[in-house]
């Protein structure tokens, strides 16, 4: 096969590291907060500062969540495993070695399938996850003569997610990192925040002919912080691979800085070796043995996943992928529905209520649907009122719930009669707002009967008023065409 110069004659191939910083409140090794944004050097002690002696402690918690994350990326759980030591220098490090686990990672062989965007599905195979601390961090634009260092984020846990070199497309991968962080904001492992930098990912990339099996040499860019900029990365350096390639030359394994402002990759260092870390158990620690009763517990306390979810609601109710989609990701407004499920009448009336006018008022307050002040019962009580023509939508929207949020505990039923708000069934009272508003309008009366039926608009919004939106607007709309024919 004689090779072309055109990207079309190539593949990418690419397998990321993906680091999430777990959202627990101490730190992997010891008690220090692991909170973002504290002053500089508040969230230490003598394990964060390396002080001669300190021990480290695991934090069960880190365990814990590493093994929620997965079990729902299909891994296999490594019941025994251990730590090492990554042995570097650096100044934001101070006991000259990074705590991670090398070959004996907590999690390995896991799959995650994505969906692309013409529909088909891409599995992508999950090497390991493995458990490590950050490191802490030097400014070096605070001080002319000086950098400082900022111990707080030393000792905060990670977990490292390595994928198989299974990715084929700046899409695959996006779609990767946008299902990695749904996960681990669901499972409440991490708030998944690119830009605070609780997910970020390295990306190794290679090409090679299309049609061969064979990898290429790969190159790994680093921390990159968006999604956008992980497409923009393995875009350009697919490219840049191609052009290389094409003019004879050939690519040497490195590691790569990702230029934000100009979209390119530019060389930081050739890739380091493995054994240049010296890698070697931690004595410090003890191997972690995680027991087949603890396991269980784990699984068992693990919520359905959103692709389940949203699966189910989709047979179950019959409703769009996206509006499954808005249930599977915010499991706060899916608990909610949990709760307001058994008291109403119609399941898909609570549906169309929370995916439309709730929601709207949800994002006017800019709040989430746990912040919001009508309890789940008391909303079905509302919308069963609205079904069994006691109050109209419109009122229940902008005046009952209005008022059901500012009156704890309130009973719903009770403070709409009290607000006046039902639904009149005074029928004669009706029938005679229609007829003062049909004499109101003797040339739109007639005009109607020539054929101009737009003019019953103007009809049922007169009379609506009169009976100040209390009337069930198709038995007006009914009354008034009689009256008309
Ligand atoms: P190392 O131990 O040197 O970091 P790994 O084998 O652990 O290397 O792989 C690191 C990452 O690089 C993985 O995500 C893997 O999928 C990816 N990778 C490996 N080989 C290639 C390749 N030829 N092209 C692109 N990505 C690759
Ligand atoms: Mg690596």
Redesign the pocket.
Known sequence: MSLGTSENNYEL?????IHVQLNTNTKIFSADSASFGALPNQNISTVSLALPGALPKLNKEVVAKAIRIGLALNCTINQINHFDRKNYFYADLPKGYQITQDNQPICINGFLEVELADGSAKRIGI?RIHLEEDAGKSIHDQDDNYSLVDLNRAGVPLIEI?????IRSAEEASALLAEIRKLVRHLNVSDGNMEEGSLRCDA???IRPMGSTE????C?VKNLNSMRNVRRAMDFEFGRQVDVISNGGRIIQSTLNFDADKGTTSPMRT?EE?NDYRYFADPDLQPVFISNDWLTEIKAAMPALPNEISKKMMSEFGISKADAALFAEDLELLNYFNQALPIVNTKKTLINWLIGPIRAVLSEKSISISEYNVKPEQLAIAINLVDNKKITQKIAIQQLLPAVEKHENVDVAGLAQSLNLIISENGDELDRFVDEVLSKYPQQVEAYKKGKKGVLGLFVGDVMKLAKGKADAKRLNDLILEKLK
């Open positions: 191939v690419s397998g990321l590291e090497n390595v994928t198989e070199p299974d190794n990339i290679s990898f290429g040499t790969r790994e890739k493995a």
